[in-house]
């Protein structure tokens, strides 16, 4: 055993409880936020304590002050100066609560707890009570840092981007009605994935997207080399409006679902088996023989399933035009149904949502969340990010 270790272990033995141990801890806490204190008003001042002051302002005593932390509810003194100037970063004035217990309630909002759930674990974890005005005024701050992120500017090159909506009951005008979330979720060139925005709409539309598209070209996207969307009538045409040289891929995990409604549970398992040999053929030639065989097999029950998929062809076969590893992330937008699934999860408690702010704050938070991990860039990102400088070189290199 290492004497850092034993000395731990001797360390932790004087403490017979949890409580004592907590106790402990809380007066450390104490004692190091006083310390800060201190060293904020001797940067405020210019001079450390006992030195000469060059000016007129001067240490004033302390004042006590009540303040939540992680430990619970301590009294601790805050330093004044003689102007009153001295307005500490660590607890503000007219602030009763240290940053960590805020990051806390942001938390716990974020993971889809109501004010009142919130405020019940508060006071069973750290012993103090906090309000639920208090707790909305800690999460309504989150206000401006989602107008900050909306407005962020954005690479000029996306390789893939992804896009979705996902619907949310939303009070207006005292009726509960769908609205529709727009997200984007781009590849940027390093490898990383993005969220590039939320907007809120009405139900989702070809129309709305042309503007989310249009924000996302104002604040600096010059160019998208592949777009992956769901089948939603005139989807490829608004994309192509803003960004011509962009190819779009229409889902196919959605296309098999549409096709799927038309089909009788007893056909089910045989019609799916037969659609694996279309998106799964080595190239579009071999798909469009495939589709051939199936609709042969299949047309004369289920027409407009396989009315569907011809539509659609052109824009249901864009993956074939690149290697497997790229056709592998762009024929499916699962990624961003995943992102989705994780939103709901977070929001699944609130049946309706009372303003629009409300659902673009709980929305945001789930994804700040959510996205906490997307740190790496994507597997097999060296083979993919060549394979993109091979077909795209002087777009990826804009």
């Not at 959605?254 to 694996?276: E, G, L, P």
């Not at 097999?380 to 777009?395: A, C, V």
Request: with cysteine; aromatic share 10%; glycine share 4%.
């Amino acid at each position: 055993m290492k004497k850092e270790d034993l000395f731990n272990d001797e360390f932790l033995k004087q403490f017979k409880t949890g409580e004592e141990l907590t106790g402990f801890l809380k007066q450390l806490q104490k004692r190091g936020i006083e310390k800060m204190l201190e060293g904020e008003l001797d940067g405020h001042l210019g001079y450390s304590k006992h030195e000469q002051s060059a000016t007129s302002n001067a240490r004033n005593g302390v004042t006590q002050k009540k303040v939540r932390t992680s430990f619970g509810e301590s009294t601790i003194e805050v330093p004044r100066d003689r102007d009153a100037t001295f307005n500490p970063m660590l607890v503000p004035k007219r602030k009763s609560m240290v940053d960590g217990i805020e990051n806390v309630i942001v938390s716990l909002y974020a993971k889809g707890m109501s004010n009142s759930d919130i405020e019940e674990q508060i006071r069973e974890v750290y012993n103090f009570d906090v309000s639920t005005s208090t707790i909305s005024r800690i999460t309504d701050a989150i206000a401006n840092d989602i107008v900050a992120w909306q407005n962020r500017p954005l690479e000029p090159v996306y390789l893939i981007v992804w896009m979705d909506g996902i619907v949310f009951k939303v009070r207006e005008n005292s009726k509960v009605i769908n609205k529709t979330i727009y997200i984007a979720v781009g590849l940027r060139r390093d490898g990383k994935k993005e969220v590039l925005g939320l907007w809120l709409g009405k139900n989702e539309s070809s129309a709305f997207w042309m503007s989310v598209l249009t924000d996302m070209k104002a604040r600096g996207v010059e160019d998208l080399l592949i777009t992956a969307t769901d089948n939603l009538n005139g989807f490829t045409d608004t994309i192509r409006t803003v960004f011509p040289e962009s190819k779009t891929q229409i889902c196919v995990v959605h296309q098999i679902r549409n096709a799927c409604r038309y089909v009788v549970w007893k056909d089910k398992k045989a019609f799916t088996s037969d659609m694996k040999n279309i998106y799964n053929a080595p190239t579009k030639q071999a798909a469009e023989a495939a589709l051939n065989d199936f609709a042969d097999k299949w047309e004369s029950k289920y027409s407009y399933a396989i009315k569907s998929w011809r539509d659609n062809w052109e824009e249901l076969t864009v993956f074939f035009e690149f290697p497997l590893e790229i056709r592998k992330i762009i024929y499916t937008t699962n990624l961003i149904e995943n992102l989705n699934g994780k939103i709901r999860k977070y929001t699944k408690n609130k049946l309706s949502f009372p303003t629009d702010q409300a659902v673009m704050k709980s929305v945001y938070l789930a994804v700040r969340e959510a996205t906490k991990k997307w740190s790496m860039p994507i597997r097999n990102w060296g083979i993919i990010l060549n394979q993109f400088l091979t077909i795209y070189e002087k777009r990826v290199r804009l």
